[in-house]
């Protein structure tokens, strides 16, 4: 794109994912557009609760465009025909309070967006950028008429990925390499010094300083493997009685429920908590666990590395790339398998093992924990990361 002011307009939809790992790349990459003397940085977050009508909300240099979940008459949500409703409203209430006589990017996040990029596509100049963070497995079955996927694939004009192995599966979906950018996410490492302090966190929660704390921060989804750490934990206890498993994040409880029933008296499920307590759980654990079916450049781990937390992790997807076996995290062997749709299962008594060697071995957390922060420092920067975005928009 010329030099010259930009209008960037990223897509955020209101739902776990935003909550948890998008919303913190939505985050750390809108703040550090915004740092830009040239580009004026919208977040559109559509589907929002707390208001009936469309708000909008300035901070700190962005523009919160804020859509409440709409209905109309006669039409059915989650339909091709809602969606394309809805995305013609949108485009015309943000159309009209973004600056004229600017480059326009819209960045979408999901490939349900199509619509709404689309639309800005139809309704005004404008380059389209597609960030995949996730694998795509079904859609709801109003949507299913429609290839979703290969529409928004023939809207974006380039792709940026968050792994090396995000762009293998894009590459399988036919888009041209060159038409593709590997940007691994990154965050702002000052940004988690605000912790709650550990005698805060035990009462809070009920934990007790003399345990291990293993410690799971995320979505409870079946794609993060928590049957399978349940699984683990439950043969860790068998020889290390003085641990426990602090689950903190919000989703599917009645199968998480079942899973820790076994060892129900070493478990705490505090379920969604503010960012300050996940912080404060970081520098508190004895180690991390993210056992994740499949995973790109997780946030979860970024966090752990920032933090320097030890962790064991499963041996997948983007866990691979940010996490060398023995150097920064102890990692986790996969085994195909039809027990899930993610063909792949980990070794429980690998990962409990790896749990247990972290947890007798001081002096391999220590280095572990080193060297994740060191690499963590290095790489995985907001700083790092909005500067390859401004690369690809510059030839775009």
Same mark, same amino acid.
């Given at each position: ?5 930009i ?5 955020s ?7 948890y790992g998008?919303?913190?790349f ?5 703040? &550090? ?5 040239n #580009?004026?940085?919208?977040v ?7 208001s ?7 901070e700190?240099? +962005?523009?919160?465009?804020k859509i409440p979940? +709409?209905?109309?008459? /006669?039409v059915a949500?989650?339909?091709?025909g ?8 949108? %485009?015309?209430f943000v159309? $009209?309070? #973004? ?6 990017i ?10 709404? &990029? ?5 309704q005004?100049n404008?380059?389209i950028?597609?960030?995949?963070h996730?694998f #795509? ?5 109003p949507?299913? /008429?429609?290839? *979703?996927e290969?529409?928004t ?6 792709f ?13 979906k ?5 038409? +593709?950018?590997? #940007?691994?996410n990154?965050?702002?490492?000052? &940004? !988690? ?8 966190? +035990? ?8 345990e291990?704390?293993?410690?799971y ?5 079946? *794609?993060?493997g928590?049957?399978y ?6 043969? !860790?206890?068998?020889s290390?009685k ?6 903190a /994040? ?13 060892f129900?008296?070493h478990?705490s ?9 996940i912080?404060?759980?970081?520098s508190m654990?004895t *180690? ?6 499949e ?9 752990m @590395? ?5 962790v064991?992790?499963?041996?997948? /997807?983007g ?9 920064n995290?102890?990692?986790v ?5 039809? $027990?899930?749709q993610?063909?792949?299962?980990p070794?429980?008594?690998? @990962?409990a ?7 007798n071995n ?23 990361? %909005?500067?390859?975005?401004l ?6």
């Amino acid at each position: 794109m010329k030099a010259g002011k930009i209008n960037w307009i990223i897509l955020s939809s209101k739902d776990r994912g935003t909550t948890y790992g998008v919303g913190t790349f939505i985050k750390n990459l809108s703040t &550090g557009l915004a740092a830009s003397a040239n #580009i004026n940085v919208s977040v559109i977050e559509i589907g929002i609760s707390d208001s009936n009508e469309p708000t909008i909300i300035k901070e700190a240099k +962005i523009t919160y465009f804020k859509i409440p979940s +709409i209905k109309y008459p /006669g039409v059915a949500p989650n339909t091709v025909g809602y969606q394309t409703k809805l995305a013609k409203s949108i %485009v015309h209430f943000v159309k $009209a309070h #973004i600056l004229p006589d600017s480059e326009n990017i819209v960045h979408l996040n999901f490939v349900f967006q199509y619509f709404i &990029g689309s639309e800005f596509a139809r309704q005004m100049n404008c380059k389209i950028i597609f960030t995949q963070h996730l694998f #795509i497995y079904d859609f709801p079955d109003p949507l299913k /008429g429609k290839d *979703i996927e290969k529409l928004t694939y023939d809207l974006v004009d380039h792709f940026v990925t968050v792994t090396q192995h995000g762009k293998v599966h894009l590459m399988k979906k036919k888009i041209p390499s060159e038409k +593709i950018t590997v #940007i691994y996410n990154g965050m702002d490492h000052n &940004g !988690l010094i605000q912790k709650t302090e550990k005698k805060v966190l +035990i009462e809070k929660y009920g934990l007790n300083e003399n345990e291990n704390i293993v410690l799971y921060s995320g979505r409870v989804d079946e *794609i993060k493997g928590l049957e399978y750490l349940s699984k683990a934990f439950n043969l !860790l206890l068998q020889s290390n009685k003085n641990c426990r498993l602090v689950i903190a /994040g919000d989703g599917e409880m009645d199968n998480l429920i079942k899973w820790t029933r076994p060892f129900s008296t070493h478990v705490s499920i505090l379920g969604f908590i503010p960012l300050a307590d996940i912080l404060g759980l970081y520098s508190m654990a004895t *180690i991390g666990v993210i056992s994740s079916l499949e995973e790109h450049c997780s946030y979860v781990a970024l966090e752990m @590395m920032h933090c320097g937390l030890p962790v064991v992790a499963t041996k997948v /997807g983007g866990l691979a790339e940010l996490f060398q076996h023995n150097q920064n995290a102890l990692l986790v062997k996969m085994t195909k398998a039809k $027990a899930n749709q993610y063909g792949l299962i980990p070794d429980t008594e690998m @990962m409990a093992d790896c749990m247990k060697k972290l947890i007798n071995n001081a002096e391999i957390r220590n280095l572990i924990s080193n060297n994740s922060l060191a690499r963590a420092k290095s790489i995985f920067t907001s700083q790092t990361m %909005v500067q390859e975005y401004l690369k690809v928009a510059s030839n775009m």
